[in-house]
């Protein structure tokens, strides 16, 4: 299997993190070491090795295919402007946030972190420009490859993406990386992006919200209960052109293995009727029971399950891995998904 994957992600190692939970620090749980472990289990099972040279960072164009100019601009340029005037180097993290009602983006780069970024979880470090820019590099080239023919890539991101939104950051998330994608594989025709990790995808169904050629389909904690807490209900069905084109499946907390494949079933049902040319599916596999932020009653070989009905969709298929925060968990959940999604993922009829 083609796997996608750039050491530099690495140069992005947040240390702590704000838990509101706690009242105070706790480590970070989106390490380097997530993607590592991932890689050495995709390794050890034979599924496939990295390719090398890593993919490239993606031009400009590419990334304003989801984004604002401006946000890509703050979060390529902030970290020198942010030391220098602080006077020391810090990591940028806005202390306020706008609510953009009646508001309007201040011309000051420091209060611009309020504007851009929504959640204090989300460092500018200084490696993380380059690994967020490597990371959609990553999930672009995927794109490419399933454009040139490929029946199925894993990009292997990190950091994630699919809290990121056109023209904001947060939830460990700087880049849409399947976002980045999907606009890239809308020009092959309809696209469905079907997102399993545990949190709902709320910057991916905001920059399709508007659009009939993304499909946005999620399955994920309800909101009520989880992050990231303001959408993912099951009445954000789109609008204007992409009315009806965003389906959302809350599922609650005690969700078992059973529960969750009856909703894939029907998010898959909601996906046949697009009938889309390819498929994205945003990987994270924090619904594994015993991920220490997420978590439902999946077991690692439930992942092999759910890998398998996906598959059964026969289309080409780019994996982006977004969340998944145990390190033990990690690894075997996404083998074991991509293996039964391989598995069943028929090679592309013979061209008549
Ligand atoms: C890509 C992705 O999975 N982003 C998730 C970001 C979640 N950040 C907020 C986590 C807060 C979790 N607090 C729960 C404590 C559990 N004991
Ligand atoms: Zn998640």
Same mark, same amino acid.
């Given at each position: 299997?083609?796997?996608?994957?750039?050491?530099?992600?690495?140069?992005?190692?947040?240390?702590?993190?704000?838990?509101?939970?706690?009242?105070?620090?706790?480590?970070?749980?989106?390490?380097?070491?997530?993607?590592?472990?991932?890689?050495?289990?995709?390794?050890?099972?034979?599924?496939?090795?990295?390719?090398?040279?890593?993919?490239?960072?993606?031009?400009?164009?590419?990334?304003?295919?989801?984004?604002?100019?401006?946000?890509?601009?703050?979060?390529?340029?902030?970290?020198?402007?942010?030391?220098?005037?602080?006077?020391?180097?810090?990591?940028?993290?806005?202390?306020?946030?706008?609510?953009?009602?009646?508001?309007?983006?201040?011309?000051?780069?420091?209060?611009?972190?309020?504007?851009?970024?929504?959640?204090?979880?989300? =460092? !500018?470090?200084?490696? $993380?420009? #380059? %690994?967020?820019?490597? /990371? +959609?590099?990553? &999930?672009?080239?995927?794109?490419?490859?399933?454009?040139?023919?490929?029946?199925?890539?894993?990009?292997?991101?990190?950091?994630?993406?699919?809290?990121?939104?056109?023209?904001?950051?947060?939830?460990?998330?700087?880049?849409?990386?399947?976002?980045?994608?999907?606009?890239?594989?809308?020009?092959?025709?309809?696209?469905?992006?079907?997102?399993?990790?545990?949190?709902?995808?709320?910057?991916?169904?905001?920059?399709?919200?508007?659009?009939?050629?993304?499909?946005?389909?999620?399955?994920?904690?309800?909101?009520?209960?989880?992050?990231?807490?303001?959408?993912?209900?099951?009445?954000?069905?789109?609008?204007?052109?992409?009315?009806?084109?965003?389906?959302?499946? =809350? !599922?609650?907390?005690? $969700?078992? #293995? %059973?529960?969750?494949? /009856? +909703?894939?079933? &029907?998010?898959?049902?909601?996906?046949?009727?697009?009938?889309?040319?390819?498929?994205?599916?945003?990987?994270?596999?924090?619904?594994?029971?015993?991920?220490?932020?997420?978590?439902?009653?999946?077991?690692?070989?439930?992942?092999?399950?759910?890998?398998?009905?996906?598959?059964?969709?026969?289309?080409?298929?780019?994996?982006?891995?977004?969340?998944?925060?145990?390190?033990?968990?990690?690894?075997?959940?996404?083998?074991?998904?991509?293996?039964?999604?391989?598995?069943?993922?028929?090679?592309?009829?013979?061209?008549?």
């Amino acid at each position: 299997m083609i796997i996608l994957y750039s050491p530099a992600h690495a140069r992005h190692a947040p240390r702590f993190e704000m838990d509101a939970e706690l009242g105070g620090f706790r480590p970070s749980p989106e390490v380097p070491a997530r993607a590592e472990a991932i890689l050495r289990v995709l390794r050890e099972r034979g599924l496939g090795t990295a390719q090398t040279p890593p993919p490239a960072p993606p031009p400009l164009e590419a990334l304003y295919e989801a984004h604002d100019p401006g946000l890509v601009r703050f979060l390529s340029t902030i970290r020198p402007i942010w030391s220098e005037r602080i006077g020391r180097d810090v990591a940028v993290v806005p202390d306020v946030f706008a609510l953009r009602r009646l508001a309007r983006r201040p011309a000051d780069p420091l209060r611009q972190a309020g504007w851009y970024c929504f959640d204090p979880q989300t =460092p !500018l470090l200084e490696g $993380t420009w #380059e %690994a967020a820019l490597t /990371a +959609a590099g990553c &999930a672009l080239e995927g794109a490419q490859r399933l454009a040139a023919g490929e029946r199925l890539a894993y990009a292997l991101c990190r950091p994630p993406g699919h809290h990121a939104g056109r023209d904001y950051y947060g939830g460990y998330c700087y880049l849409n990386n399947a976002a980045i994608a999907a606009a890239r594989l809308r020009r092959l025709g309809p696209v469905a992006v079907l997102d399993v990790d545990y949190h709902h995808g709320n910057g991916t169904q905001d920059i399709f919200y508007g659009s009939g050629e993304v499909l946005y389909v999620s399955l994920h904690a309800d909101p009520d209960t989880a992050y990231p807490c303001f959408s993912g209900y099951r009445d954000e069905t789109g609008e204007g052109a992409g009315r009806g084109a965003n389906l959302n499946f =809350p !599922l609650p907390r005690d $969700t078992d #293995e %059973a529960g969750y494949l /009856a +909703a894939l079933e &029907a998010a898959l049902e909601g996906i046949g009727r697009f009938r889309p040319e390819c498929l994205v599916v945003s990987l994270g596999v924090d619904t594994a029971r015993g991920d220490p932020i997420g978590g439902l009653g999946l077991a690692p070989e439930s992942f092999r399950r759910l890998g398998a009905r996906v598959g059964a969709l026969g289309r080409p298929t780019l994996v982006v891995q977004e969340g998944g925060y145990s390190l033990d968990l990690a690894g075997p959940c996404a083998a074991w998904f991509l293996e039964g999604l391989q598995g069943t993922l028929a090679p592309a009829p013979p061209a008549t």
